[in-house]
């Protein structure tokens, strides 16, 4: 069974601090995701990567970068944290082009 | 892009009957089509899926439609049980770069 860990299930954080957030998948997965979610607004797409060192934008990537090192880690990075940054944070790998989504637990990142 | 639409955001059903959850897409590039169930305060997952070469699929209580002429695809649960309370995920996936593109979701309630 495919496991995507989410290094921290509650984090909270000021305004203005630098913010990572990991995911590690164990099934040498080569697609990667960052979704955000939000009441009422479904899962929205921040970053992805097809491979190591490849990062593509996705519908919503303002305040938001990525590093993938490694092809089981995919880290999210808040460069200057702010309030409306406050919301769930879901990684997600697949085997492949059209196979499904498998998602860690989540992070529920809260800036004050 | 792809846009998603999802409907409805709410529903309510009796223990026993039938629910359905309908979306629409755009892109007609889009050939994947999962469904993702989320239970309180769980990860997103997989409960069905259907690609664009079938016209439905089924798994015990569970079915998927698909109409690739309308652009739109369904979610038919049957004989309904209060484990079936979630928040329902349709997604359409293989128009732009393979990316999934989320509906708003449907938060399910079954009355015992």
């Known amino acids: 069974d495919v496991k995507v860990t989410q290094s921290s299930r509650y984090l909270v954080k000021r305004t203005g601090e630098k913010v990572f957030l990991e995911c590690v998948q164990d099934?040498?997965?080569?697609?990667m995701f960052w979704y955000r979610q939000d009441p009422g607004l479904g899962l929205r797409l921040i970053y992805f990567s097809y491979d190591v060192k490849m990062k593509e934008k996705g519908d919503i990537p303002e305040g938001y970068s990525v590093s993938r090192e490694k092809k089981e880690r995919f880290s999210l990075i808040l460069e200057s944290a702010s309030t409306n940054q406050t919301s769930m944070y879901l990684c997600?790998?697949?085997?492949?082009?059209?196979?499904?989504?498998?998602f860690g637990n989540g992070t529920r990142l809260t800036v004050t | 892009g792809e846009n998603v639409e999802q409907h409805p955001s709410t529903l309510s059903v009796q223990e026993g009957d039938s629910a359905v959850i309908k979306c629409t897409y755009s892109?007609?590039?889009?050939?994947?089509f999962p469904w993702y169930k989320q239970e309180l305060g769980k990860r997103p997952q997989l409960i069905i899926d259907?690609?664009?070469?079938?016209g439905e699929k089924k798994d015990q209580r569970i079915a998927v439609t698909l109409n690739k002429t309308a652009k739109h695809f369904s979610l038919h649960i049957t004989e309904t049980q209060p484990e079936d309370s979630a928040v329902y995920f349709c997604a359409a996936m293989g128009g732009n770069a393979g990316k999934s593109t989320f509906g708003d979701g449907t938060t399910l309630t079954v009355k015992p």
């Open positions: 892109d007609s590039a889009s050939n994947y």
């Open positions: 259907i690609r664009s070469n079938v």
């Open positions: 997600a790998s697949r085997e492949g082009y059209n196979s499904p989504l498998h």
């Open positions: 099934m040498d997965h080569e697609n």
